[in-house]
């Protein structure tokens, strides 16, 4: 009986530390942020220091993929996440039910289409195999873009953010979209496959040493609506450390960074204040 009420007494202790433990309130000066390592950790990195002159601590987890940063915001690992854009983390929340949000856009990274052999949208032949993403919200966007290039048509009663293979009504070239691959493998298949097209997102395009501007065979312009977004919970929308946050990354120091160091692979948005 007295090792039992022994360990009761001890049980209750731990139960009472860890409810002490737990009530400790969170800093709100120090942020945590899940970010892909190129660009995103390297422009958060160039803020640490504006960030620390402001009194805020700025922790930067990186991460390669993209389903980890919003599992890992939703359930409070993470402060906030800098990796995507506005359509992926709207496809995150419809198919998760997170309750996240996002505090605004900080740049846009073009989408290109590249290619080992071809030198020019002249050499696609017919039957071209074209290899993308299977991130269904980037769909729409590459679609978009081979529109825009003249390559293929779609439904004009579908929204360009909605649009699937499916939604192809002409395609001369009889291009064949396979839609099936993890988009950090995709740099690898450029490497290796020839006589084919491959969509590479501008972060991995960069980490595997391309340069967009010069290798990629199209890319989007700088007007694509895909612009990447500090994303929160959404109770922390009006968090005052992450709002200054943003402001730092969309400071003119930050932007004329961005500018100077991807070579326009990375387009800054925000007025630049």
Not at 82 to 104: K, N
Not at 192 to 204: A, F, G, H, M, R
Not at 229 to 249: F, P
Request: hydrophobic fraction near 40%; proline fraction near 5%.
């Amino acid at each position: 009986m007295k090792n039992i009420l022994k360990t009761l007494i001890l049980l209750s202790i731990i139960t009472l530390l860890a409810a002490c433990g737990s009530s400790e309130e969170h800093d709100e000066n120090e942020i945590v942020i899940g970010a892909q390592s190129v660009p995103h950790a390297e422009i958060l990195e160039e803020a640490q220091p504006i960030l620390e002159e402001k009194g805020i601590t700025l922790e930067i987890e990186p991460y390669e993929d993209y389903v980890l940063p919003n599992d890992d915001l939703a359930d409070g690992t993470l402060d906030a996440n800098f990796f995507q854009h506005i359509p992926y983390l709207e496809q995150t929340i419809d198919d998760t039910g997170y309750d996240l949000d996002y505090i605004d856009g900080i740049h846009i990274e073009p989408m290109g289409v590249y290619s080992k052999t071809m030198n020019s949208i002249d050499d696609i032949e017919k039957g071209t195999e074209v290899l993308l993403s299977n991130s269904v919200p980037d769909h729409g966007r590459i679609l978009a873009l081979f529109e825009k290039e003249g390559l293929i048509t779609l439904d004009e009663n579908v929204d360009e953010e909605e649009a699937t293979i499916d939604d192809i009504t002409e395609n001369p070239k009889e291009l064949d979209f396979i839609p099936d691959y993890d988009p950090a493998f995709l740099p690898e298949l450029y490497e290796s496959e020839e006589d084919t097209l491959v969509v590479i997102n501008t972060n991995y395009a960069i980490n595997a040493g391309l340069n967009p501007l010069d290798d990629a065979l199209f890319i989007e312009g700088d007007d694509s609506p895909y612009v990447n977004v500090i994303a929160v919970k959404a109770e922390d929308k009006d968090n005052e450390a992450l709002n200054t946050l943003v402001d730092v990354l969309q400071s003119k120091e930050i932007q004329d960074f961005m500018i100077e160091k991807y070579e326009g692979a990375v387009v800054p948005v925000g007025d630049g204040n």
